[in-house]
């Protein structure tokens, strides 16, 4: 794979990111205002939410690959391991309003997931 190939790559990989971020984010603040559930509670439903989406778009567009149950659990311990250190990490600023405390868990988890998806789930 040359450099240019690398390059839309990680640009799609940011693109469908994004999308998925979004839908983490709304799903997160969504679930906090119509539920009023605890961030932990709303982060984690909005978590699923948005790793279907994202398990879809990554295998078929960025990666393409084909769908394995294999890839699909293995995503999926890179994706919730991120989700758990990006909302333990989160934890050690002490943000009480639930909506910045979520922007600040999507913000930590696209940074390190690239590179283990492009060189573990997906090789």
């Known amino acids: 794979m040359n450099i240019k190939s690398h390059i839309l790559q990680l640009a799609k990989y940011g693109f469908f990111g994004v999308i998925a971020t979004l839908v983490h984010l709304f799903s997160a603040w969504a679930i906090i205002y119509f539920f009023a559930a605890s961030v932990f509670v709303s982060n984690t439903l909005a978590f699923f939410t948005a790793f ?11 990666f393409s690959t084909s769908f394995h149950f294999k890839k699909f659990i293995k995503f999926f311990l890179v994706q919730y391991g991120t989700f758990l250190f990006s909302y333990l990490l989160s934890d050690i600023f002490p943000i009480q309003n639930g909506y910045l405390h979520t922007l600040l868990i999507v913000a930590i988890m696209p940074l390190i997931t690239f590179v283990i998806h492009k060189f573990w789930t997906f090789k």
């Open 52 to 62: 279907i989406f994202s398990y879809i778009f990554q295998t078929l567009y960025v």
